[in-house]
């Protein structure tokens, strides 16, 4: 569920009340989302369109920390 105003938790609680079982993703984004798809192809339109060249600065991963 990629509900971000947090109506998720009722979801869950009556989720668990029918004695189902709800286990929430840790991911840093709706990767499972219906919307991605769509989202997917409007980001390549736009890239298409855009000039890329190596970054000016470094660019820092933020899950380790490396260049």
């Keep these: 569920m ?8 009722n979801t ?3 989720i668990l009340t ?3 079982r709800c286990v929430p993703l840790p ?3 709706a990767f499972h989302s219906r919307d991605m798809p769509s989202a ?3 980001f390549a339109d736009v890239l ?3 000039q890329l060249a190596p ?6 991963a933020n899950v380790t920390a490396a260049p």
């Design 2 to 9: 990629d509900e971000p105003t947090g109506a998720w938790k």
């Design 12 to 14: 869950t609680r009556g």
């Design 18 to 20: 029918l004695a189902f």
């Design 27 to 29: 991911v840093s984004a």
């Design 40 to 42: 997917a192809r409007r």
């Design 48 to 50: 298409a369109e855009a």
């Design 55 to 60: 970054p000016k600065l470094p660019v820092i």
